[in-house]
């Protein structure tokens, strides 16, 4: 690839535009997405114009603008260029994050295969998942470095997407056993009453946000069998009592709405060999008023463990639609 900078013409009140040669025409095509989406995505997100001249690229804009945009294209194409896919996800994730750098994503101790080169990659059946924020990039860093980790933030960052995607790839690459994946069957300010059913068909409903997850990296006749053979379980909070979880990914997802009594019982669960994770959303409290959330205990008393890890959220952090963050910080300005 090359870059060069044309002047304005003269008169013109444009800043000058930068010019970038992709020298594979077929890997240009995937680049710019159909109907040329991907570069409306690009232009929309960083404020500059975009217009393709035969295998060239001209960015026009400001000048940071276009210097960050010619930083986006080279690494997409690079990525085309390696084999891999483009997802409307992967541009995102180069916009948030830029290039990666040889030496970050190291972790204390030995370093693992996966941080090399600076970026992190989740391998499961279905996809490859990549963190699109910084945070979180160290949360799943934390999840393979840690025997105990928290991640704690707003509904649409990617707590609980990307932990069933690390226990999923633990479980592929023989690191654990079994997944276990639960969370407290607590109404989200609805009284649904009694529903119909055996035990499953009661608790399925409170359960599905991680029957989605689950879903997204294991084809869904591998899943069923999974869990027909329990070494995949998703089961209400209440049914871990009394239970000890070795050699597993543990998962506790909404854990804002487990109380201290419930948080210390499922903290106590865990084995040899297993690694468990604990997220939540504090702004999402359906507990009872007086009522205090677990998740606001165990923050308070196992932050000092410097064996456990924290990781924080924030609006930015959030990857679901635009308009998600957007609320979020209303919300957030109002309280």
């Known amino acids: 690839m090359t870059t060069?900078?044309?002047p304005p013409h003269p008169g013109s009140d444009l800043p000058a535009e930068r010019l970038?040669?992709?020298p594979d025409n077929r890997l240009l095509i995937d680049l710019c997405g159909e109907y040329d989406?991907?570069?409306a995505d690009i232009e929309d997100k960083l404020g500059v114009q975009i217009l393709r001249r035969g295998n060239q690229l001209a960015v026009i804009g400001e000048t940071v603008a276009t210097n960050e945009a010619i930083e986006v294209l080279t690494g997409l194409y690079e990525r085309l260029e390696a084999g891999r896919d483009l997802e409307q996800g992967d541009i995102d994730r180069q916009i948030r994050m830029g290039p990666a750098q040889e030496d970050e994503g190291t972790c204390d101790g030995d370093q693992l295969e996966m941080f090399k080169g600076g970026r992190v990659e989740i391998k499961t059946r279905k996809k490859l998942v990549e963190p699109r924020t910084?945070?979180?990039k160290s949360y799943v860093t934390s999840l393979f470095t840690h025997d105990?980790?928290?991640g704690i933030g707003p509904a649409g960052t990617g707590k609980t997407y990307l932990a069933v995607a690390v226990g999923v790839s633990m479980f592929l690459a023989g690191e654990v056993d079994r997944i276990i994946l639960s969370r407290p069957a607590v109404e989200a300010g609805e009284?649904?009453?009694?529903l119909p059913g055996d035990m499953k068909e009661k608790v399925d409903p409170y359960m599905q946000p991680l029957y989605d997850a689950l879903?997204?990296?294991?084809p869904g006749k591998q899943a069923a069998k999974l869990m027909e053979e329990k070494r995949i379980e998703i089961a209400p909070l209440a049914f871990m009592r009394g239970r000890t979880l070795s050699n597993a990914f543990v998962v506790l997802d909404e854990a804002q709405n487990a109380t201290s009594m419930q948080m210390k019982m499922f903290l106590t669960r865990l084995g040899e060999g297993s690694r468990m994770v604990i997220t939540g959303d504090r702004s999402q409290v359906d507990l009872p008023r007086g009522v205090t959330s677990g998740l606001h205990d165990a923050e308070r008393l196992l932050k000092p463990i410097d064996q456990i890890s924290f990781t924080y959220f924030t609006a930015r952090d959030v990857v679901r639609h635009?308009?998600?963050a957007a609320i979020i910080d209303a919300y957030d300005a109002d309280t």
Do not use: T
């Open 20 to 22: 970038v040669e992709f």
């Open 322 to 324: 635009p308009l998600v």
């Open 134 to 136: 910084e945070a979180q």
């Open 37 to 39: 989406r991907n570069l």
């Open 215 to 218: 879903n997204d990296f294991l």
């Open 4 to 6: 060069s900078v044309q």
């Open 148 to 150: 105990l980790a928290f």
């Open 191 to 194: 009284r649904l009453g009694f």
